[in-house]
């Protein structure tokens, strides 16, 4: 019989799984950052800042309280999809919403009043957050070094190279992290793009991606039912030994069932992706795959078909590297410069461009001229151990997203939203209190006074705004 408990306990117990988790995330915040060791078993232990993971590492023997610390790793997890960045401050802030809740149902507060006022808050302050934001263009090299800079953990090497990387290829480049053989890290623009459509299924990807080093690359206009289609193609792939990448409009039935077990079991190094777009977008998609990929698309009707492939006939092609995901796939090149059949096609697509009547038509055309000429940016992580490695790997990824995330929702201000919430009884507390925490922490982590234009010190408007009621 499963173990139920309910009323004080129950609260109690879900407050002490949140607190655990934002206790140990809570030292990873700010320019004072420090990082955390994590122990993995027989594995070596990962050291390392990075919330999110400091978050997913964090269990507890006591189901109760696990289920607690599950809710606050939703927290963390929605931040890191919705921003790539701020998980432990979603983390924080999620914290002291919890516990000045928790404080009010004690005091006799009515749940669901507690929470109504906190909804209606948030609507309040989440519009004029946005208001109060301060656009970041590529070409403000300074910002840009200041928040790749803060983000990596203060090391001005990484800031200074993320900001380049940035400045050089616009705010939607794509960036691939890669081990560095020779211990240094540094990186290269190599031909490539990203397409925004991932993995037909999750049991493909090993720890949330799938990697194929120099696959051979199959696109399809096809919806694949029959394993029988794709056999010619995995014994292609098999006679090579190299792994298969199908880029597909759809595969289901026995053709994936058989290619799961096929590949879980090691036969074959397979994965399978649906192609991005639809109508013409998708159309649009199938060639650039097959521009980078220098493959034929079959589509699909007669013997142009999946199941004829044939080796040496230029079917199948190839990249470096790919890597996917349930979101994107990445396609990188060898070279930084571009194929000469690229070339021709980012010429016919400029011309196009000329020609188009609507401006909505010269947007699509110039978001592609983008894609085949942008190309991917390759960093090399390296370090004296894996270790080392693998916690500036952490760092360089974090300064990444925070540098992405500034194009979209660069705060300036937080201390002036007490006006805002202040007409809410309930939810003025809560909300007041956890934007305050945040700074609070920084302030004190910092061992510093800040003084704005009329003299006050900040530390104490922050202690100030959290009492509101």
Not at 213 to 221: C, F, R, S
Not at 339 to 350: E, N, Q
């Amino acid at each position: 019989m499963s173990n139920v408990i309910t009323g004080l306990r129950a609260r109690k117990a879900l407050l002490k799984g949140i607190n655990i988790v934002a206790d140990a995330v809570k030292g990873t915040l700010g320019p004072q950052a420090r990082t955390a060791v994590i122990g993995r078993g027989n594995l070596p232990p990962m050291i390392l800042n990075d919330g999110v993971s400091i978050v997913e590492a964090v269990h507890s023997d006591m189901p109760e309280v696990q289920v607690g610390i599950q809710l606050i790793q939703q927290v963390a997890k929605q931040a890191q999809k919705a921003s790539g960045d701020g998980t432990t401050t979603a983390t924080l802030i999620a914290q002291a919403l919890c516990n000045s809740a928790f404080e009010l149902i004690e005091q006799g507060a009515s749940p669901v009043e507690v929470f109504n006022q906190i909804d209606k808050a948030s609507r309040v302050v989440i519009p004029s957050l946005w208001e109060n934001t301060i656009p970041i263009s590529t070409k403000d090299l300074q910002s840009l070094k200041y928040v790749a800079t803060i983000a990596a953990n203060n090391d001005p090497d990484l800031g200074d190279m993320i900001a380049e990387i940035f400045m050089k290829k616009g705010a939607d480049v794509s960036i691939t992290l890669e081990p560095s053989f020779d211990g240094q890290t540094k990186y290269d623009i190599v031909e490539g793009f990203t397409m925004e459509s991932g993995l037909v299924s999750p049991m493909f990807a090993n720890n949330g991606e799938c990697v194929l080093e120099n696959p051979v690359i199959i696109v399809t206009k096809e919806t694949i039912e029959k394993f029988e289609d794709i056999t010619p193609a995995l014994e292609i792939a098999v006679e090579e030994s190299r792994p298969i990448l199908f880029v597909v409009d759809n595969m289901k039935g026995v053709a994936l069932s058989n290619l799961l077990v096929n590949s879980i079991k090691g036969i074959v190094n397979a994965a399978v992706v649906r192609i991005a777009g639809y109508g013409d977008g998708k159309e649009e998609w199938y060639e650039d795959v097959g521009l980078i990929a220098d493959a034929h698309v079959f589509s699909g009707i007669g013997a142009d078909s999946v199941s004829y492939v044939e080796k040496g006939a230029g079917h199948f092609g190839s990249v470096r590297r790919v890597v996917a995901t349930s979101d994107s796939v990445q396609f990188i090149g060898d070279s930084e410069y571009q194929p000469d059949r690229i070339t021709t096609k980012v010429l016919d697509l400029h011309d196009e461009r000329k020609q188009a009547q609507h401006s909505f038509d010269k947007e699509k055309i110039s978001a592609r001229i983008a894609r085949l000429e942008g190309g991917v940016c390759s960093i090399k992580v390296g370090g004296m151990t894996d270790l080392e490695a693998t916690e500036r790997r952490e760092r360089i990824d974090d300064a990444i997203n925070a540098t992405k995330t500034c194009y979209r929702r660069w705060c300036e201000c937080w201390w002036w939203i007490d006006s805002q919430v202040s007409w809410f009884r309930f939810g003025v507390g809560c909300y007041a209190n956890c934007f305050g925490c945040t700074f609070q922490y920084l302030v004190r982590e910092c061992e510093i006074f800040l003084l704005n234009q009329y003299g006050l010190m900040l530390c104490q408007m922050s202690v100030w705004i959290s009492k509101l009621c």
